[in-house]
């Protein structure tokens, strides 16, 4: 057993009812004095609620999913202009997402607020849309210095959008299971994420406003986050890496395409599935995931999702050169367009 896992250093507070409190501990310890605000129109109140102690001398709402390069630069101009020293962002994997390509640049500190399940508060990866050619990388200034998790923000969120980004975060816990950095440090965090989310999910969806499932779902969304930045992107995240940059909503093409990746990888990797298998508490890796997919009505098919299948060849095109070379099962163009086209028709994935 040799392997160099890394832990990334971050505050993380879990602070039901009390992000306001704790946000001004945060931002103190810090020392900001001139806090950036960073939320979408649509996250504006809650953003207002919870950042009214705080040294605010900008508002910024201009959003928008997977980082728009021009989007990036009007919101660095923005905090230049208003010399902000810190960043708090209130909102989704999009919001911290434009923290973080601030901070790529400026260096501010930041200090993230989720309100879905995506995780990349927990990550140093960053990212950037040009046209339809999605630019990631890996900075530790991105990395936010605290989190601070409210499950009452997160109330708000309709089912429909909790169950794909709860399954967005179960991916990063499946994916990292056979990563390229895939270790037993992060295999455990993403087990036990996986127990966390397949408690978490079922709740949200019998109670939508009940705190109880909301509270589980942000620490799988945690656990998943840590998991998937300590292991790195498997096959699963570079098919929907592409999948994304063809203009697929994020959390749903995650939703998707799981299943078919764990189908292909599982019976490659019988340890790696039989951790996902106790962590569902189910016979089969595959079983536990479908149980859990049928519990919460989950996204089924690509073509639901504004995918045109006429894109699959270009998709192969893009997938194949960066299949991660440690993959379990081997992938060829064949295999990756058959799985395209089931995922896409949403055929039974066994
Ligand atoms: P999102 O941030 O785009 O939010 C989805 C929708 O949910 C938006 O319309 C938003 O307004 C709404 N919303 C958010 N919180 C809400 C709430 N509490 N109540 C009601 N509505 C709410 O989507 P996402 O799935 O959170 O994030 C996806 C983005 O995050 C993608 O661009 C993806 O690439 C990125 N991401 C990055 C990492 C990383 O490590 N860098 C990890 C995961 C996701």
């Not at 809650?46 to 919101?75: C, F, N, W, Y």
């Not at 189908?263 to 479908?290: E, H, K």
Request: proline residues 7%; hydrophobic residues 50%; contains cysteine.
């Amino acid at each position: 057993m040799r392997f160099t896992h890394e832990t990334l250093a971050q505050r993380v507070r879990f602070a039901p009812g009390d992000a306001a409190g704790a946000l001004a501990d945060e931002a103190a310890r810090l020392g900001a004095s001139r806090v950036m605000v960073i939320a979408a129109p649509a996250e504006a109140g809650l953003a207002g609620r919870i950042t009214g102690g705080l040294p605010v001398v900008l508002v910024h709402d201009e959003v928008a999913m997977h980082v728009p390069v021009p989007i990036a630069e009007r919101a660095r101009a923005a905090a230049t202009g208003a010399a902000a020293d810190a960043i708090v962002c209130v909102g989704g994997g999009s919001t911290t997402g434009l923290a973080k390509a601030i901070a790529l640049t400026l260096g501010l500190p930041i200090i993230a607020v989720p309100t879905t399940y995506a995780g990349s508060e927990a990550t140093d990866v960053w990212g950037l849309t040009e046209g339809a050619r999605k630019t990631t990388g890996v900075a530790a200034r991105v990395l936010p210095r605290a989190v601070v998790y409210d499950a009452t923000l997160t109330r708000s969120l309709p089912v429909g959008l909790s169950v794909a980004s709860g399954l967005n975060a179960l991916a990063h816990c499946v994916d990292a299971m056979w990563a390229p950095r895939a270790d037993p440090v992060n295999a455990a965090l993403a087990a036990e994420g996986i127990r966390a989310l397949a408690a978490g999910l079922p709740a949200i969806v019998d109670e939508p406003a009940g705190l109880p499932g909301r509270e589980q779902a942000l620490v799988g969304a945690y656990l998943s986050a840590v998991a998937f930045a300590s292991a790195g992107s498997g096959l699963h995240h570079k098919i929907c890496h592409v999948l994304g940059g063809l203009g697929l909503p994020h959390a749903a093409t995650h939703a998707v395409v799981l299943p078919y990746v764990l189908a292909l990888n599982a019976p490659a990797a019988p340890a790696a599935a039989g951790r996902i298998a106790r962590a569902f508490g189910s016979p089969t890796a595959l079983d536990g995931l479908q149980a859990l997919r049928r519990r919460l009505d989950a996204p089924r098919a690509l073509r639901d999702h504004g995918f045109d299948d006429s894109l699959i060849p270009e998709a192969v095109e893009a997938i194949l050169p960066v299949v991660p070379a440690n993959n379990p099962a081997a992938v060829t163009a064949a295999v990756l367009d058959r799985l395209l086209h089931d995922a896409w028709e949403g055929t039974d994935p066994r």
